[in-house]
């Protein structure tokens, strides 16, 4: 029996990073009435430093705000890219 590798399932397929601010990108294949189609979804956090650990937060201060934007706004043009391709082989 294989065994499923969690981890690579839970990769981001994108991410984009201004300073400590990231927007990941993941998507998820599923079965609908029409076929197979994939989901995608974005994930924004800020890395921080906690004395020798690092952290991860989804909240954002007023000066981190424009990167979070930015991040959204880049990961929300790599999905719409993504939604336009139509494959012709179908």
């Known amino acids: 029996m294989?065994?499923?590798n969690k981890s690579e399932s839970n990769k981001p397929e994108?991410?984009?990073r201004i300073g400590?601010?990231?927007a990941s990108v993941f998507a998820r294949d599923v079965e609908t009435d029409?076929?197979?189609r994939t989901l995608r979804s974005v994930n924004v956090q800020k890395r921080y430093k906690?004395?020798?650990d690092t952290k991860y937060t989804s909240s954002f201060g007023l000066g981190e705000l424009p990167q979070a934007i930015r991040?959204?706004?880049l990961a929300q043009a790599y999905?719409?890219?993504h939604e336009a391709e139509v494959n012709l082989d179908d």
């Open 2 to 4: 294989a065994k499923s």
């Open 14 to 16: 994108q991410v984009y």
């Open 20 to 22: 400590f601010v990231s």
């Open 34 to 36: 029409g076929g197979k």
């Open 50 to 52: 906690d004395g020798d």
């Open 71 to 73: 991040c959204l706004q």
């Open 79 to 81: 999905i719409e890219g």
